[in-house]
């Protein structure tokens, strides 16, 4: 079933121009409208399925510095405060709240890990704290488990995803920028080599500016351009469980089973790290890129079925702008749970939390994350096609780095001093023969 989102009403005309068109309904494409609204541009946001259908409302929700790649840590930190403001801003809920994430291990590289990402961490200002084995068992004591150490990151939270994007789409709509549901974008039209239009089902809106946050979408929609971007996806799997007055944390993480408060009486429950590889025709168009990952994370991914492949979303066909895509055929993509991996939750949850083996399923759901070959996503201009903006790639990390993410996007985009240093997203990283280097934390 579909992970638990709120749905929001369409504006009804699409318009025949505007001063940017942002294609994809999800956590980057709609902060990024609402930035570029705030900043007086007509905007357009144009989404084939729902506001978040897709791997924004199917997250954990975590909105994280602790254990960031060092390329992404200032983003993180940037999103956080913003995450704050617009709420401050809006009066819109979109459940984010700084309630600190708590880790525990009993493994001592795991822990020699954390130490070190926390040496740099404090070097540059991010609040972290290790936590010896008192400490650890202390704050881990609904589990009934004594622990070697662990970690606190103080100023980190989590908000609600299944109603955080769409509160800021509405946000967005206050502001005069129009939402599009079930409307997909079928390509570019450019003039002199620049965008010029965006096709879609509906129509084509004119416009210089076109930004493609499309997540799992975004590199068959590249293809279409002539753009090379490696991009792969991981099937997750995801659940929640009433869990009522159990007197649980916000967020926590040990190797066996991750939990996260999702509104009033639930939790999620995940795995961190394991998922599926359903082979797609991405998988063998980009192989060596992929490689190092899949190497690194071999204990934790597995083979998965041909569902990737029948969705479409990294095909290698050629789509013509006059005919239904692919986007059309299967508007959000909306995977099998690997019935495996909820078994293999329910039972690491039950063994390190007695009380959560009588708590009843709530909802069971999966999702495709969009990933690269180092696990940091792609923000960049299109040299090919000038006028084009492709944010993607963001491998599990986009939610929480969402609002900072969007903002750099804003500020590409109109050409303002940027929020961070945009060089570690460039697309050139992936270049034939360039090395991309995956963190070690």
């Not at 617009?86 to 001592?108: I, K, M, Q, W």
């Not at 989590?158 to 789409?169: C, H, R």
């Not at 789509?319 to 690491?348: A, C, N, V």
């Not at 390190?352 to 960049?380: H, K, N, Q």
Request: net charge positive; with cysteine; proline share 6%.
């Amino acid at each position: 079933m579909p992970a638990p989102l709120q749905f929001i009403e369409s504006t009804t005309e699409l318009p025949d121009q505007a001063d940017a068109v942002i294609i994809g309904g999800g956590v980057i494409g709609t902060f990024t409208a609402y930035y570029l609204a705030k900043r007086g541009l007509k905007v357009a946001l144009i989404e084939k399925g729902v506001i978040a259908g897709e791997q924004s409302s199917r997250n954990w929700g975590w909105c994280r510095q602790q254990n960031r790649d060092a390329r992404e840590l200032a983003m993180a930190t940037k999103a956080l405060d913003l995450w704050e403001q617009f709420g401050a801003e809006t009066g819109e809920d979109t459940g984010f709240r700084r309630c600190g994430l708590f880790y525990v291990s009993n493994d001592p590289k795991e822990l020699d890990t954390w130490a070190r990402w926390g040496e740099f961490a404090r070097s540059v200002g991010v609040k972290t704290r290790m936590l010896n084995s008192e400490e650890a068992t202390r704050h881990g004591g609904f589990t009934g488990q004594r622990w070697k150490g662990g970690v606190h990151s103080q100023e980190d939270g989590i908000a609600n995803p299944g109603i955080a994007v769409p509160a800021v789409a509405r946000a967005l709509m206050k502001l005069g920028g129009t939402v599009h549901q079930a409307c997909a974008a079928r390509g570019i039209e450019t003039t002199g080599g620049a965008v010029s239009a965006v096709v879609t089902e509906k129509g084509v809106i004119k416009t210089p500016l076109a930004i493609h946050a499309g997540g799992a979408w975004a590199s068959s929609f590249c293809r279409q351009l002539g753009i090379r971007f490696p991009q792969a996806s991981i099937r997750q799997t995801i659940l929640s469980v009433w869990t009522g007055n159990l007197s649980l944390p916000e967020a926590f993480v040990s190797k066996s089973i991750s939990i996260t408060r999702r509104g009033t009486g639930l939790h999620t429950l995940a795995i961190s790290g394991r998922g599926k590889v359903d082979p797609t025709g991405h998988i063998l168009r980009f192989p060596t890129q992929f490689l190092p990952m899949l190497a690194r994370r071999w204990r934790s991914l597995s083979v998965g079925g041909l569902e990737g492949l029948r969705s479409g979303h990294e095909t290698l066909a050629r789509w013509r702008l006059d005919k239904p895509t692919p986007m059309e055929t299967l508007r959000i993509l909306d995977p099998t749970p690997d019935p495996k991996s909820i078994r293999l939750t329910l039972q690491g949850a039950a063994d390190l939390i007695p009380a959560l083996a009588a708590t009843p399923v709530a909802a069971t759901w999966a999702g495709y994350i969009d990933s690269t070959p180092d696990g940091v996503p792609l923000i960049d201009e299109m040299e090919k096609v000038p006028g084009l903006i492709v944010a993607a790639g963001f491998s599990g990390h986009g939610f929480g780095i969402g609002p900072g993410a969007a903002h750099l996007v804003a500020d590409i985009a109109t050409g303002q001093t940027p929020i961070i240093d945009p060089h570690p997203f460039r697309l050139s990283r992936f270049g034939r023969g360039n090395r991309t280097d995956v963190s070690e934390f």
